[in-house]
């Protein structure tokens, strides 16, 4: 029940608690008691709202590949620290492999994206090496996780 809980939350996080309880067929009030343990047991962390980034001006997916000069924790948390302060970096991963971090940032168009290049990115300390990728369209986007 908690599964079907959250995958209705995934996909209308506005819903009412009355069509939620309706759409996974429990009364109004244990469907508000679940929702509120799965809340304070932490599998609902926050509710959001998506917003479009064409809309609002910032087609442009960029991910960037950071290989670092050191791998020693000062040099790890200092670039954490300086690119969790970039405003355009919508995530930012450490990985397993040839990159040691990989960045995904939105842009208004190719201009922005080197604005942002030359402002920020070129001056995160402890960078060896940035490889840079333009998507040229999203073929699969879901925020929904699958429970």
């Not at 064409?54 to 924790?73: H, M, N, Y």
């Not at 954490?80 to 991963?93: S, Y």
Request: aromatic fraction near 4%; proline fraction near 3%.
């Amino acid at each position: 029940m908690d599964r079907r809980v959250l995958r209705a939350l995934q996909k209308r996080g506005r819903i009412s608690n009355a069509d939620l309880a309706d759409a996974v067929n429990l009364s109004a009030s244990a469907c508000h008691r679940r929702v509120q343990r799965l809340e304070e047991a932490g599998y609902i962390r926050d509710y959001v709202a998506l917003l479009d980034e064409r809309k609002l001006g910032l087609p442009t997916t960029v991910f960037v590949e950071i290989k670092l000069s050191a791998q020693a924790d000062d040099v790890l948390a200092a670039f954490e620290t300086a690119i969790a302060r970039v405003p355009d970096v919508l995530e930012c991963h450490l990985m397993a492999g040839t990159a040691d971090y990989l960045l995904k940032i939105v842009a208004e168009d190719t201009e922005d994206f080197a604005r942002i290049h030359r402002q920020h990115l070129t001056r995160l300390p402890g960078v060896a090496q940035m490889q840079s990728s333009f998507s040229l369209r999203t073929v699969v986007r879901t925020t929904a996780l699958p429970v």
